[in-house]
């Protein structure tokens, strides 16, 4: 994708936020057109939150909140490629997750705006073997009528917190698209680093899809 020619002072008033619908701002960070610095503040200038507050409640509070989780997941399955699931999983399939995930000591977060959960985040194991153990996934999912709210960046910063309080070392996200700009955007706004691309491994909406791996190490 061609970037646009303006130069870097022009940049802030010319474009939307990529989590506003636009891509332009990442391209031009990932391309080293504008610096970590001066993307992050345009970021905060261009997307404040609009108006209450987002809190993070941590476990699930209740059934509508896991009914709402359930929801916002069917439709990333059913209408993206953050997950590469084609068909939502039913009432007795991954709805039961948040409370494994819990029981067995993993963050499960969610975020709520004036009562409605907007929001949800969680750490998974990042592989089975025990040589793996200090290393974990997270995942992070909001509602589609919720963007530029704060929920996405308050979810994985507190992710990022206790995933360090668990003992883990590194936290990877694994990346549905090479086109997802506003995931990728997310994890590197909150200082995860791009550590490779695996091609052309999933297929949806027949199309081929990238992988994005990206990698933050939150303990020493």
């Known amino acids: 994708m061609e970037l646009p020619s303006l130069d870097e002072a022009s940049f802030p008033s ?3 936020c990529m989590e506003c619908g636009l891509r332009e701002a990442l ?3 990932l391309h080293g057109v504008i610096s970590a610095k001066r993307f992050t503040e345009w970021r905060r200038w ?3 939150s609009r108006g209450g507050d987002v809190s993070i409640i941590v476990p699930l509070a209740s059934a509508g909140d896991l009914a ?3 929801a916002i997941y069917a439709h990333h399955v059913l209408h993206g490629t953050g997950s590469f699931e084609e068909i939502p999983p039913g009432p007795s399939g991954d709805a039961s997750s948040p409370r494994r995930r819990t029981g067995a ?3 499960y977060l969610v975020a709520e705006k004036n009562g409605a959960v907007i929001g949800y985040a969680y750490v998974g194991v990042y592989r089975t073997h025990t040589v793996y153990r200090h290393t974990a996934e997270d995942l992070v999912y ?5 963007a530029g709210q704060g929920a996405g960046r308050a979810l994985l ?3 990022i917190t206790q995933s360090a309080a668990a003992g883990y070392r590194e936290l990877v ?3 549905g698209g090479s086109g997802n700009s506003a995931s990728i955007g997310l994890h590197c706004a909150l200082g995860f680093r791009d550590v490779g691309t695996l091609r052309n491994v999933g297929k949806k909406f027949r199309r081929w899809l990238d992988t994005v791996i990206m990698q933050l190490t939150i303990t020493g």
């Open 142 to 146: 909001r509602a589609p009528d919720s």
């Open 173 to 175: 996200a694994i990346i």
């Open 46 to 48: 261009r997307c404040p």
């Open 68 to 70: 709402r989780v359930q």
């Open 27 to 29: 391209l031009w960070r």
């Open 105 to 107: 000591g993993l963050p």
């Open 14 to 16: 010319q474009f939307e």
């Open 157 to 159: 910063g507190q992710i």
